[in-house]
């Protein structure tokens, strides 16, 4: 006798046997009790997730004559003949090969003719949203009225390309992925029917692989069986493909330190070792998912299909991305896929990691909101160099005004006065110790105004500000700062005052800073102004 696969062989027969769905079977059940049969049923839901085998079940249970509640009994000659095969008033039929209107038509003429040996005939329509336009109208009237001896049972994966004038016909049943805890115990108990040993890790990484599926679970445990009669996390590995994956953890660590040079080489050795680039792109995809679901859920129960061993690896390494990182690197693999399809697959794996490592190339919002938090990240990191004193200390000592007998730029009035707070954070003898000099709880201010204004924070990074007697003067790198403060209904100074306030306990007026003299160029800062200027915040 030939060997039969697992899916094939352990397919439920009876309602009871359906597992995970039985928010479905008991309802059936109820119906075909209390005699409610309805003349269309629609059985829609992912693939493998029992919609053929209820379909079976169906047509064995309405033609049953001996039916325990609402199950089939398997022993009568209807059940028999069903079971074996032979009962030709249950008709199977392949809607993605026989999708035409003249195919329809001449299931309109049989569908006159009695059943043969049962009670009914049923139709079996699987993947009925291949059905052409044409052949879903010749349906229609057919299947809103059908004789008495006729039941319809249409399956399928995408419901939503069905006609609203088909589903409004139906009665209309959704299949769920099922539970993975279920798919492991219904594992379990095949594997021990079939002499096999099945860790607990090994099943639950088939069910996660099966995606809610028990045919595509069984089916991943019939390879892994051809493999090992004992089944442990290795082998389901190896058959899923998931081992040998590690260059995915070394490409995203090169991207994350910025090492193009590295993420390149590694794309030339993957490429000699005929590794797809379209399967690079999508496992890379995948592997920053998992970081982005690691990353932000803390829970135990993770939508992630990998082994212990790699589920360790991926929140080692999800500890040192940020979330914001995460994002930007899939918004490029996301947007790389389309072009993949019809470009030079090599070429655009590569314009990819190159815009992941250097998200200055790029020019969309995700890649400017990586610079600002890589600049930000800079700046607070920095420790103070004693080329950061001494250039604070000329600073101060060298106002505006007095280097060069210049007056000050035309400073603008302030939109609003603000009562002073009752209980200010810091004294005005405080506040007095640093006039005239550089405010050193500057990124406090921009802390506040990034909670209430976000785009002037964001146009503000980098920036340092001087208290010239009543007015608070700012000295922003980047250029759009003077026309964005000055736009608007003044808004952007409110937000900028208010910290400000907050902060220093005192209202001060806002102000352009001009610098005395150039900063030597030999200091560390000006490098980092000069990547700043280059932001462009719309």
């Known amino acids: 006798m030939a060997y039969q696969a697992l899916y094939r062989k352990y397919r439920p027969r009876t309602f009871s046997d359906v597992i995970g769905q039985e928010h479905i079977t008991e309802t059936l059940k109820n119906e075909l009790s209390e005699g409610k049969t309805v003349h269309a049923y629609l059985f829609t839901g992912t693939r493998g997730t029992g919609k053929t085998s209820c379909a079976k079940i169906l047509a064995n249970a309405v033609n049953c004559l001996d039916s325990k509640a609402g199950d089939p009994c398997l022993e009568c000659e209807s059940c028999k003949a069903i079971l074996e095969g032979d009962n030709t008033d249950i008709v199977e039929i392949d809607a993605a090969s026989n999708n035409g209107v003249d195919n329809i ?16 005939r049923v139709y079996i329509i699987d993947e009925v949203h291949m059905l052409s ?16 001896h006729v039941i319809f049972i249409l399956a399928t994966t995408e419901v939503h390309k069905l006609p609203a004038t088909i589903l409004s016909r139906c009665q209309r049943f959704d299949f769920r992925r099922i539970d993975n805890e279920k798919i492991c115990e219904r594992i379990q108990f095949i594997a021990e029917k079939e002499g096999l040993t099945v ?36 082998v389901v590995e190896t058959v899923c493909a998931m081992a040998g994956n590690d260059y995915l953890l070394e490409m995203s660590e090169a991207i994350k330190n910025q090492d193009t040079e590295q993420a390149l080489l590694l794309i030339d050795s993957l490429h000699n070792s005929s590794v797809d680039m379209q399967r690079l ?39 040192e991305h940020s979330i914001k990182d995460i994002m930007y690197c899939l918004s490029v693999l996301q947007a790389a896929s389309p072009a993949m399809q019809s470009g030079n697959r090599r070429c655009e794996m590569e314009m990819a990691v190159i815009k992941m490592c250097n998200p200055e190339l790029s020019v969309d919002i995700a890649s400017l909101e990586k610079r600002i938090s890589l600049l930000e990240a800079g700046v607070q990191s920095k420790p103070k160099s004693a080329v950061d004193r001494t250039l604070k200390t000329e600073v101060i000592k060298q106002p505006i005004a007095e280097t060069k007998n210049e007056e000050p730029e035309e400073i603008p009035p302030p939109i609003s006065e603000y009562e002073p707070p009752a209980e200010p954070e810091i004294s005005e003898e405080e506040v007095s110790e640093n006039a005239d000099g550089q405010v050193e709880r500057w990124d406090d201010i921009l ?24 007015y608070l003067l700012i000295d922003a790198p980047n250029s759009q700062f003077r026309s964005l403060i000055n736009t608007g209904d003044g808004r952007h100074k409110d937000s900028i005052r208010k910290a400000a306030e ?19 160029e030999a200091d560390p800062l000006t490098a980092l102004a000069a990547k700043l200027k280059t932001l462009e915040i719309n």
């Open 281 to 319: 792109l999508s496992g890379l995809t995948e592997h920053y998912r998992d970081l982005m679901i690691v990353k932000t859920i803390k829970g135990n129960k993770l939508p992630i299909v990998c082994s212990a061993k790699k589920l360790e690896m991926l929140k080692a390494q999800a500890n």
């Open 199 to 234: 860790t607990s890790d090994a099943a639950t990484l088939i069910a996660a692989a099966a995606d809610g599926g028990m045919r595509d679970a069984l089916s991943i445990l019939d390879l892994c069986a051809s493999n090992s009669k004992d089944i442990d996390e290795s």
């Open 133 to 148: 336009s044409g052949a879903f109208n010749a349906l229609l009237k057919t299947l809103e009225e059908p004789p008495e």
């Open 447 to 470: 802390s506040l105004v990034r909670v209430e204004n976000p785009l002037i924070c964001g146009v503000l990074a980098g920036s340092k500000a001087y208290i010239k007697g009543e």
């Open 105 to 120: 038509r001449e299931l309109r003429e049989l569908i006159n003719f009695t059943p043969a040996s049962s009670k009914y």
């Open 502 to 520: 907050k902060v220093l306990g005192k209202v001060y007026k806002l102000g352009p800073y001009s610098k005395a003299e150039k900063i030597s």
